[in-house]
């Protein structure tokens, strides 16, 4: 995994002061392979938010933190919640290839 701990940690903690506590984060992409070089970050946040505009607001705050924390930076976020109607394939990729943090 091509991240640091203070990555790491800046970003479950952030994730959780977002989303709330029981939100769970997990890397995918090619920031998962030590082989590769660059890339963005890709996080698939899995959080027990139902109302859609609260979700939004979670997104664009956390996107904020972290781009204050770890300096500006591509960091793409997936969202996963209860009820989400359309589950495209690239969340099952996220959950099934991702490394928890």
Same mark, same amino acid.
């Given at each position: 995994?091509? =991240? ?14 977002? *989303? ?7 890397? *995918? ?14 996080? =698939? ?12 607001? $979670? ?9 204050? $924390? ?18 495209? $394939? ?12």
């Amino acid at each position: 995994m091509r =991240l640091s701990d203070y990555q790491r940690q800046m970003i479950v903690q952030s994730v959780k002061s977002c *989303f709330g506590p029981k939100a769970r984060v997990k890397l *995918f992409g090619s920031r998962t392979d030590d082989s590769r070089r660059g890339g963005d970050i890709d996080l =698939l946040i899995t959080t027990d938010m139902q109302d859609v505009n609260d979700i939004v607001r $979670a997104e664009m705050r956390c996107q904020v933190q972290l781009q204050q $924390a770890l300096g500006e930076q591509k960091i793409d976020m997936l969202i996963d919640y209860p009820n989400r109607g359309h589950y495209p $394939a690239i969340f099952r990729i996220a959950e099934q290839s991702g490394i928890a943090l």
